[in-house]
């Protein structure tokens, strides 16, 4: 480890969040290399799959959605890119002593009905107070249990496979941010959190040769390509141009000074799948209403010196950089 | 509700926790009027089991275990004492920014120890870092599955039942608390935290006929026993010189005005058995390490006004109150 202490940008999902992980935890629990994966197989079951997230989103309301509908969306979504159908949700509560009640009754009652639109059961939970600035308001940790439908597999990924974008990125970090830090942008922008286990459901219906799938969260498309091209040991090139984007919110991310391919999404798939499918798996996504914006965002190619390159809008290539962490403390 | 705000109180295990669940978890979840159980089936699979529980325990590092290890053995004795075979866990981490690299090394492979000597592999997990004074140092939230061995259902409790403890209560909340207050008492005090399993399993194999089980933690044996008399419409009669407990610990909590019957004991097994099969039980529970001082401390007798009484060693009878919640903030 670089530092001694933790610092917020252990948190962003970029750089320090990959060492901590690698140095700190990986070697505790003795598990692969490549770290804990979002989604892992129970020992013992023949196809049940689990994963965990804990929430710490701030505010805890903001436009398109709140910490319990994304704590929902999260777990689901995890469950969803390892290629398995979402069943349960377990729901712990952290409360700030003083929390307004009803600021609770609305988070759950807003994880609740995300819950029954997903189709998964929130069958068990915990509840636990702390003092007052022991914690901040309330923080959501969920757990999910799902059945495998598919296997996926980075390192099956192969010089020549397309890589395809499910909708516009940079939604959820910038509507957070927006809320959080009061700008008053012309646009309102909104969160996409929403579940992409329907997208996910019509690829494996479609037969599609999926390599691996995931839904680009803290530290944006960025971070979730670079794992994958380090894990998959190939090389991304994306076509900027490619990347469907709206266009107040890459205004808005120009003025804060952040990358769009680093901010976080909550309702995106990413999917690697062989050239010969690309089309087909665009058109099936097409399908869903949360897959109506799909498209080709790049190719793969052999491990080169930089894992994930980009073609701008001007024809210029340059590496895409894995964010560091701290551009967005507590977007999820 | 009785309050418009979260008090600390609602976090103790006690009344006040009861009626949060009761008013704000269960109507928007909209699950068995009972409130969420400790673990809970997973539907669309045979017999698989889920739980979870938040971990706010202070300090981090206690006599007898530490954050990391008490937030698996918590995780693996819920679903234990559902009947299930623990097999996998998920971890979640909430760091306040500025927590030692070196605290946080200690505790995950703490945990990682406490889940090797339990059996159960940690699988996957999530790390979130929030600003200082946002947390307050480390917060573990961990989510478990098993696989259901037996089931246990507390409407099957009948009258002249025997009520088994596995050994003696309150050390948990004794040990935690004595370290949190700096308290010097002559006897340093040890937490109880260990995994029930192999209690749990002992019986199984046994084949007696088991009501149902709890691990009587937040809010005591006081606590678990009131609720399943309430879940099961039935009463319990104690016998205080049944219940077996540690001089010093008896000692610490009349200093402190404890109740020892609602002190958190994290590696002790309620077990109601068939009247029949009770010496036998307590025989089988002797034979592993963590039962050794097993006794039977009560039976159940048909439902009257009050749902737990207990004879002291005076010989009068007074009733078991349920703790309000507020005696032992942060103790798991």
């Known amino acids: 480890m670089q530092h001694d202490k933790i610092l917020l940008a252990h948190g962003g999902g970029g ?31 023949a196809d049940i799959m689990l994963t965990t997230d804990s929430f710490v989103v701030k505010p805890l309301f903001f436009p398109g959605g709140d910490i319990g509908s994304l704590s929902i969306h999260g777990t689901v979504n995890d469950l969803a890119v390892s290629g398995a159908k979402p069943l349960a949700i377990a729901l712990s509560l952290i409360i700030e002593e003083g929390l307004e ?131 998959g040991n190939i090389t991304v090139q994306l076509r900027e141009d490619a990347i469907p984007i709206e266009e107040g919110v890459a205004a808005a991310c120009e003025m804060l000074g952040l990358d769009p391919l680093t901010v976080a999404n909550e309702g995106k798939l990413v999917v690697f799948v062989s050239k010969r499918d690309a089309e087909r798996t665009v058109a099936v996504l097409r399908t869903i209403a949360t897959g109506q914006r799909a498209a080709i965002i790049g190719s793969v190619v052999p491990a080169g010196p930089v894992p994930v390159t980009i073609e701008t809008r001007f024809g210029s290539v340059r590496a895409v950089d894995m964010p560091y962490g701290e551009e967005l403390p507590r977007i999820c």
């Open 15 to 45: 750089i320090l969040t990959r060492e901590l992980i690698e140095t700190i935890i990986v070697p505790a629990f003795g598990t692969d290399p490549r770290g804990l994966p979002d989604a892992a197989p129970v020992p013992g079951t």
């Open 101 to 231: 009640v009803e600021t609770l009754r609305r988070v759950v009652t807003s994880a609740a009905r995300a819950a029954r639109e997903c189709g998964v059961a929130v069958v068990t939970g915990d509840t636990k107070v702390v003092a007052r600035r022991e914690a901040d308001g309330l923080f959501i940790t969920t757990a999910g249990v799902g059945i495998r439908r598919i296997t996926t597999d980075p390192r099956t990924i192969t010089p020549g496979d397309a890589v395809i974008l499910s909708g516009p990125i940079a939604e959820h970090g910038i509507a957070v941010m927006s809320k959080r830090e009061g700008i008053d942008f012309k646009t309102q922008f909104e969160s996409d959190s929403a579940s992409v286990w329907p997208l996910v459901e019509s690829l494996i219906e479609s037969g599609a040769a999926v390599r691996v799938m995931r839904d680009p969260t803290r530290g944006g498309l960025a971070a979730a390509l670079m794992e994958l091209a380090a894990d």
